[in-house]
């Protein structure tokens, strides 16, 4: 096998040339016996036969007498059979029958008569009788090699005197974190600690996929303790992850560490993100046999997509689990999505159906943004070829959740505030069935969305300059032939969030020139009203330090302000009160929910509609602060 | 609540009626605050909010220099940007961003010139910088509640400094298994033990439900025993499942008992199986609160569906996860389906697609009959009001497994024979993708199947008493028109299976009328040749004890022989083998495979043949004993 460094190999080559060198360096599962009782889930690793047949006597199925039919035959409703003692056995349910015995007639139908038993219908041979075997006979296969195993199965199994069976022994995957700055978790972590949660979600994933993970101590990183640290791992484990540190230093060590103690079989795939994943194997000197080792990049997602597309393929070789086609669906993206020519790019992206098509709004692209991972639905499928998709194209989309689900999905796309959140969760309190999928665009984005018809609704809050008003003229302009009703939500305060106690003793939006600042992207809201007071306060923006520094929602900002990146930024109470920042009131606003009236009639805006109004609502802005409800879930007159 | 006993309550009333009872006094979940490393799978109690950024300090993204922007304002190709010492930092990625700097250069860019470092091109500020609160910002909702956790869920709790979370506590679910005659699971039960498997099988669904399953230990039919275990269970548990012995008595013991602890909401549901269930509730006297308390018949089938039918939905109301809709398909039945007008009927069936059409296959409607659950690939659900279905005929099925599955199923009905089992095994050993389902219905049940386009393929030996030859008379009588091929599988020998040693001297089947007598089922080959034997030795069949005790399979025969219930029965070597019986040879028969021609180019088809030719086959049959092979695979002539 030729040494190769980064090379650029397409995904699906990559994977087979891994697959191959392994198969042909004879990789293998393994194999153990456990109780019947621990085999719940587990896959059979060879066929499995009765041993007893179930039931394994011939047993009364009825409370009654047992006899030989041939006593009743000819009786009748006129001419029954009388019967003595010691020509029947009286009988329960689950009896053995007794000898010379052939069946059993219902005790209903045994009527006592002058001493005698008198049966008014003949008895059929075998009635009421499970015979044996009638289940399972002794020898039969009960289940073939290669099976998952049901309760059912297991049930079987026992009755059939099977108490302990074969099965794919669960794979132990090593899981190596590396890196100096590496951290442990914590909820008070030093600047410049990066905290070490990616062994937590491969472990989670490895559980899913029938792995058992094993979680070694972070190791610096030095070439000789990671070589070391390996070499433990492959004589324990059935595969090992290496996850590098984010430095690019860390990962030359893996894929050193990988020659020092096996092979690498290749460097580098065209997919974005993870190129740099290490493909590598290794024998134990122990007797495990062979062992694939993968070291995968330190950004979470790079390491998901590598751990995904690479390693569960190889997994299923050692757990024998059927291989699941991944369920695949066609989407309208909802904006440009350029991309590398040189790779394939995995884009996360939360779906909903709208006004019946489905659309994939992408999330952040940052390979260190693992919260994209809990907010995506789905996973835009961009091949090495292609530039990217304009918006309103057709896209490729892996699904993350059903199909069902993503009809479900109340699709909320414009201005952020914390209290979509809370919406949502009240929502899926009250109907554990809601699903809200909210993406933060600003206000314009909001109207976009919703006039392309990508979302059911959006918060907007744009105030008209030369009205001084709120939202409505927005609509007239953007709206012109209606189409979209405007549903009263909050008033709410934006002002300056600075510093604790104000050390800087900023009294207003004049002050900026004087300030670093933060600012919120174009198209928001709240840039919009930066700008407008900008000019009222005949500030120039260039002259304004960080005035191009663009966050996307208020926490964000907020959070810039209280690490001291900035001495101020504009956003509303409740992202300061979060943060402990002062707030300098600027102006109250209206922030209203935008809504397709499409979608008025939906289940889901219903039960949105119906939250507004409730009392919880209410009592959750109480406590966020700086909110006034008016009449929430009223629909605005605008047209 | 008015007591009711052995009511008829429709299912869903009856789930309604149950949910409400609960429901009003007052049924809910527990939460319980577990490590995140704990969490995966679980379901959130509340929303989880982030705790600190993430990142939660300014992070270099690159290995370069950090510096101010504004230093490299105007830095072009042709006039460069020169930096002395102390007007940048060395920075690596991870690294916290200096005091001062806005933005990172990367070291490629970085020329050191003249013991100055020059730029090139100018820096944009924030350029490889991963901003505070990039992926999460402190206060962001991370996930809303009754949501479960992911893999990367727990990674952004972790990124997010939450380290334990409030889930919805997993409920412990009491099993009480109560009987006499009931006996722990075994390879050697005395006659008239029943295993107890029900637990078994009950603690799988638990699991898969997400309960965790608590069994006590056995108790005999006694009043005071079983009320006393209850109550303990009552206490210890958040609901219990009361397992009935299979006699009747013990289930008055059932609604008796839980009246002694708590209450019955309901007794008597009407479907089929499962019709005696007991739906109560009772008061944990510590400080549980309430417990759903259901009794549920012994068969393991009625116990299957109820617990699906009528306690899945209220253990969702403790476990809080989302409740899964079932998947249900239309299909052809493929033969006529009595069922009674008072029971909604459930009835196991095996599924696969032929000719592009969903067949389903009826299995044994018993409710003892557990292996028919693991044969199962669907539940064919018969509505309350219908007397049944016509062969033909769609019926509404609940799917056990995916379309897919069913897609790639290869419907073998037909004649029984153990190499049918040993040919599935070797496919799914060779291509782990394989799925057969083989139903036995005899020969002419085979034909019929293959006619009806309901089969791929059916295996048969067919005796023609005319011509003395196998298969290929029948195949020109049913398929005058063609439409099928006949391929070679084996020669195997039948004979008289009879008790070890042959106490009876049996010799031939000229011995019949002197002895007790076990048969096939009308149709099969085996029977057939049967009947054909005792007109050729002039034996009356209505004089031979036991002709028309009929068995479906050979094994079945020989298990019948093997319990001395008959003194002989018509059957296969391996069968006889399997319960070590003594074979009396009587004739060679050649057992074919009848195949579909449209089925011939079916991935699963061929795969087949190819096994049928291999040597793993040959060895598995050579093992098995009594069978010749001569070109196994052929498709032989025959119009």
């Known amino acids: 096998m030729p040494f190769q460094y980064l090379t650029n190999f397409p995904l699906d080559d990559a994977v087979q040339t891994y697959l191959d060198a392994l198969s042909t360096r004879g990789l293998t599962y393994k194999t153990e ?83 005698q038993v008198s049966l008014y219908a003949a008895a059929a041979p075998w009635q009421h009788v499970r015979q044996i075997g009638e289940d399972i006979s002794a020898g039969d296969m009960i289940l073939p090699s290669f099976t998952e195993i049901t309760p059912a199965a297991l049930g079987a199994m026992l009755a059939a005197g099977v108490l302990k069976l074969e099965v794919v022994k669960l794979p132990v995957v090593g899981i190596i974190p590396t890196g100096d700055e590496i951290v442990p978790p914590s909820e008070h972590p030093g600047e410049g600690d990066i905290i070490e949660f990616n062994s937590t979600i491969f472990s989670g994933m490895l559980t ?17 303790a990671i070589e070391e640290t390996l070499r433990n791992a492959v004589d324990e484990c059935d595969a090992v992850i290496l996850n590098a540190g984010s430095s690019a230093g860390s990962e030359d060590y893996s894929a050193q560490a990988m020659r020092g103690i096996g092979e690498v079989v290749l460097h580098g795939i065209a997919i974005k993100p993870g190129k740099p994943a290490v493909l590598g194997l290794a024998q134990a000197s122990t007797q495990g046999g062979l062992v694939p080792v993968l070291g995968v990049p330190g950004y979470p997602v790079s390491g998901i997509l590598v751990l995904e597309h690479v390693f569960k393929p190889v997994l299923e070789q050692l757990t024998c ?6 369920q695949h669906t066609q989407a309208v993206v909802s904006r440009r999505l350029n991309s590398p020519l040189k790779y394939r790019e995995f884009v996360r992206a939360r ?30 499928d961009i091949p090495q070829d292609m530039e990217g998709y304009e918006a309103g194209q057709s896209v490729n989309v892996r699904l993350l959740h059903s199909l069902d689900e993503i009809a479900r999905m109340l699709v909320i796309t414009g201005s952020h505030d914390p209290l979509l959140d809370e919406l949502a969760d009240i929502m899926r309190r009250t109907w554990r069935d809601s699903l809200v999928a909210s993406s933060h665009v600003g206000s314009m984005g909001g109207i976009m969305a919703v006039k392309r018809g990508e979302a059911h609704l959006g918060g907007i809050h744009l105030l008209d300059e030369a009205s001084g008003t709120y939202n409505v003229p927005y609509l007239k302009k953007y709206f012109p032939d209606g ?68 966050e996307f929602t208020h926490t964000a900002v907020a959070a810039a302000v209280a690490s001291g990146t900035a001495d101020a930024g504009m956003g509303i109470l409740s992202a300061a009160r979060i943060y402990g920042l002062t707030f300098i009131p600027i102006c109250p606003e209206q922030y209203d929910l935008l809504i397709a009236e499409d979608a008025l009639e939906l289940e889901a805006v219903q039960r949105l509609l119906q939250v507004l109004k409730g009392p919880e609502f209410a009592q959750r802005l109480e406590k966020l602060g700086g909110y006034t409800l008016d009449k929430p879930g009223e629909v605005r007159k605008w047209n």
Not at 40 to 59: D, E
Not at 321 to 326: A, G, R, S
Not at 366 to 371: I, N, P
């Open 321 to 326: 689990l059927p291989h699941v086609e991944i």
């Open 483 to 550: 189409g979209v009703v405007l549903v009263e939500c909050v008033e709410r305060v934006q002002g300056l969030m600075v510093a604790p106690g104000n050390p800087k003793g900023i009294r207003g939006f004049a002050d900026l020139p004087r300030l670093s600042y933060v600012n919120r992207q174009k198209g928001s809201g709240t840039r919009i009203l930066c700008d407008y007071l900008a000019r009222e306060n005949k500030i120039d923006p260039g002259q304004v330090q960080g005035y191009e520094r663009e």
């Open 208 to 224: 899913q996929w029938g792995c058992l993970p094993k979680v070694y101590p972070i190791v610096k990183d030095n070439l000789a």
């Open 351 to 380: 779906l909903g159906l709208v006004n019946g098509k489905t659309v994939a709004v992408p999330l952040n692209r940052g390979a260190g943004v693992v919260s994209s991972f809990v907010k995506a639905d789905g996973i835009i």
């Open 33 to 115: 016996k456990i109780p019947i009782g621990l085999a719940l889930g587990r896959i059979t690793a060879r066929a499995v036969y009765a041993k007893i047949s179930a039931p394994h006597y011939n047993a009364c199925a009825m409370d009654g007498i047992a006899l030989d039919a041939r006593l009743t035959f000819g009786a009748t409703e006129t001419t029954p059979a009388r019967l003595n003692e010691g020509d029947f056995v009286r009988v329960d349910t689950g009896d053995p029958l007794p000898a010379g015995c052939d069946s059993v007639v219902m005790i209903e139908d045994v009527i006592a008569e002058d001493g």
